[in-house]
């Protein structure tokens, strides 16, 4: 009795990580709608091309670059999340799967998530005239937050993988 419930428990734990998935399909549809963002800041960007002034072309470059991290954000997301799902109970991985360990994925996520908020904040500074101090500091502050955030998350990674060695 006991060993069927342990079991039943065991399969309902085991089985809920695919609850997740349902999660990853709404990235999914995120990142189609960040394509069209992306489409559309394109056109923008190349339509106008020849009357905007060359700040102006940085920014647009700038919002095109941005997408593309965010849309490599949502990526590296779903890409670990479809790996938990794939990895337990046996079933087979795909090649391309299981290159980054947790630390790994931790490390990218925040180093994508400092780039997308370094170049907003490059378009703040393009801007910077129209802006208003406080919010360019906040935006700075922010920035450095993040990248402190990331050199403790690897020393600390860095530090426990000494232990274990």
């Known amino acids: 009795m006991i060993k069927d ?14 609850l997740m998935a349902l999660f990853y399909i709404g990235l999914i ?7 069209a963002r992306f489409v ?3 056109i923008r960007a190349t339509i106008g ?20 991290l965010i849309g490599n954000l949502i990526v590296v997301l779903i890409s670990a999340g479809l790996d938990s799902l794939l ?9 391309w ?29 393009i ?13 700075i502050l922010i920035l450095l937050t993040i990248v402190v955030a990331g050199i403790l998350l690897a020393l600390m990674d860095r530090i426990s993988g000494e232990r274990h060695d």
């Open 5 to 18: 419930f342990e079991k039943l428990v065991a399969a309902l734990i085991t089985g809920s990580r695919w």
């Open 29 to 35: 549809v995120v990142l189609f709608g960040v394509l």
């Open 40 to 42: 559309q800041a394109l």
């Open 49 to 68: 091309f020849a009357s905007i002034e060359p700040a102006q072309f940085i920014v647009a470059a700038l919002k095109l670059v941005d997408l593309v």
């Open 87 to 95: 990895s337990v109970g046996g079933t087979k991985q795909l090649g």
């Open 97 to 125: 799967m299981g290159q980054l360990d947790f630390a790994g994925i931790k490390l990218k996520l925040i180093a994508l998530i400092a780039a997308i908020t370094a170049i907003d904040l490059l378009e703040t500074f």
């Open 127 to 139: 801007n910077v005239s129209s802006m208003d101090k406080r919010d360019v500091l906040w935006e």
